[in-house]
């Protein structure tokens, strides 16, 4: 399959756009060239000159945990159980069928990090998911991530239950406790004798990849003290990490730049609707990305409903992001943030055949993908 005649921007380092035309077999993109299309074949994509972009990347969303106007039985994404539960895995809680990946890939986006919530100082494992599909085994790119939360969120839920952590020292010993049982069972494992292994623990299991920087630590986390926590800790135990929401970002722009931090904004479209997130501003992810820091742009759906990811970076724009910063925020730097540049966020020989043709500017209200094509498939 072929697109011809199309102004590609490709995303790739040299973050060139160019008319030619993208050849992709199998689901995977095979050429990518600047040469006119010779002899055209029937089910070739004309593009009439239109923008193709790569598929659109959420690098933080809760879509299919839970579904709007059904309640509590819908509600997949909080296991409040225990404070500590890096076992469960993200994967056992997605409905494919909720509206919202419909809805992500009718708006362009066509890939979706998918995280449990904020209620648990450790909450369980991450993933990066395609928006088409209906099982999701087939659905998940990689396991990307393992969540941590910070500050409010895990304070007000356990402090109701009359259950630690109550405060945020709490949440960071409780962190801190369990990646150094975990170091230490991996340790126990890797220098065991044959026979001798240490007694199955699942906890811990699932948090060996993380030590081994195989995924990345995702914290939650929206004021300056607790993003700063959240970096102590990662140095601490030489976690990878990347920081969700950041809000108080735009106060330590420049600290955060000097420990190379990345981040993931968002929600944009939303309101101070907590104390933790008093400072929030639509020109937080601008400013971050001024300092350097590599930055992608979040909907935290359904705090943001999905479809709206697009109009999301528009609004940064408004508020002092550059145009190409808010086209990476949504592809590129979104993927090799979340661990999946190799798979996706760019144009080029290799990645899977996630694109987008738009005959209007993405960032605009009144736009709408042309053609979506997840998987080398129009969906």
């Known amino acids: ?14 973050r060139e756009v160019f008319t030619g035309s993208v050849t992709f077999k199998d689901g995977i993109i095979t050429e990518v060239s600047r040469e006119p299309a010779r002899a055209v074949k029937a089910d070739w994509i004309d593009a009439h000159g239109a923008d193709l972009y790569p598929g659109f990347i959420d690098a933080h969303t ?15 994404f909080n296991e409040e159980s225990e404070p500590c ?9 997605i409905n494919p069928f909720d509206a919202s990946f419909e809805k992500a890939l009718r708006a362009g986006i066509t890939t979706v990090v998918i995280s ?51 405060t945020r020292m709490a949440i960071a010993s409780i962190i801190r406790e369990e990646l150094a049982k975990a170091k230490r069972y991996m340790e ?7 026979g001798e292994l240490p007694e199955l623990d699942m906890k811990h299991e699932a948090l060996i990849p993380l030590l081994r920087r195989e995924i990345k630590a995702h914290f939650h986390c929206h004021r300056a ?52 997130m008093a400072n929030v501003t639509p020109a937080n992810a601008g400013i971050l990305a001024a300092h350097g820091i590599k930055t992608a742009i979040c909907t935290d759906h359904s705090e943001t409903p999905i479809e709206y990811l697009l109009l ?47 005959e209007g500017d993405p960032f605009e209200v009144m736009s709408e993908p042309k053609t979506v094509i997840i998987g080398g498939k129009i969906v």
């Not at 099982?135 to 396991?143: A, F, P, T």
């Open 116 to 166: 449990p919530g904020s209620m648990n100082p450790i909450s369980g494992s991450i993933a990066a998911v395609s928006t088409s599909g209906k099982r999701i085994d087939k659905m998940v790119l990689r396991d990307v991530g393992m969540k941590f939360a910070m500050g409010e969120n895990p304070k007000m839920t356990y402090m109701n239950r009359d259950e630690s952590p109550f």
């Open 225 to 276: 003290d607790d993003i700063f926590t959240a970096v102590r800790i990662a140095k601490e135990f030489g976690l990878d990490y990347v920081l969700i929401h950041c809000t108080d970002g735009h106060l330590i722009a420049d600290e955060l730049a000097e420990e190379n931090a990345c981040a993931v904004v968002g929600p944009i479209i939303t309101d101070p609707c907590k104390p933790e």
């Open 85 to 93: 539960a890096p076992h469960l895995r993200i994967t056992d809680a």
């Open 62 to 76: 809760h879509v299919g945990l839970t579904t709007n106007g059904v309640g509590v039985e819908s509600e997949d």
């Open 1 to 14: 399959m072929v697109i011809y005649n199309a102004k590609i921007h490709t995303m790739n380092a040299e």
């Open 188 to 194: 126990d494992k890797e220098n065991a004798e044959e």
């Open 312 to 358: 999301t970076a528009g609004i940064c724009i408004r508020n002092g992001m550059t145009y190409e910063q808010a086209l990476e925020a949504v592809t590129i730097n979104a993927a090799e943030i979340a661990g999946i540049a190799d798979l996706a966020g760019s144009i080029e020989v290799g990645k899977r055949a996630d694109m987008v043709l738009f």
